[in-house]
């Protein structure tokens, strides 16, 4: 996947600049992106902050490795009820 060349506070900061009256046109010119890449960057961005950003990348990072958890204590059950039935 192609890294961009926007860190994710650079790209709110660009959006909030939208929002505080500057045109899209003059952003996207300035910046050097597309008017869709802006677009798709409010459709996943909009409405963030940085700090919430922060927290929702934490948050994922928690999710990952809970998951992991599961899958590693899920399989050690799977192995415990195998040697159960064959012990039987």
Do not use: P
Request: charged share 35%; with cysteine; aromatic share 6%.
């Amino acid at each position: 996947m192609k890294k961009s060349r926007f860190s994710e506070s650079k790209i709110i900061a660009i959006l909030s600049r939208n929002g505080q009256g500057e045109r899209v046109v003059d952003l996207c010119r300035e910046h050097g992106i597309s008017d869709a890449t802006f677009y798709n960057w409010k459709a996943k961005y909009g409405g963030l902050s940085v700090s919430q950003l922060k927290r929702l990348k934490e948050l994922e990072v928690e999710n990952a490795r809970l998951k992991r958890m599961y899958a590693d204590l899920s399989l050690v059950h799977v192995a415990l009820k195998d040697a159960m039935e064959k012990k039987l």
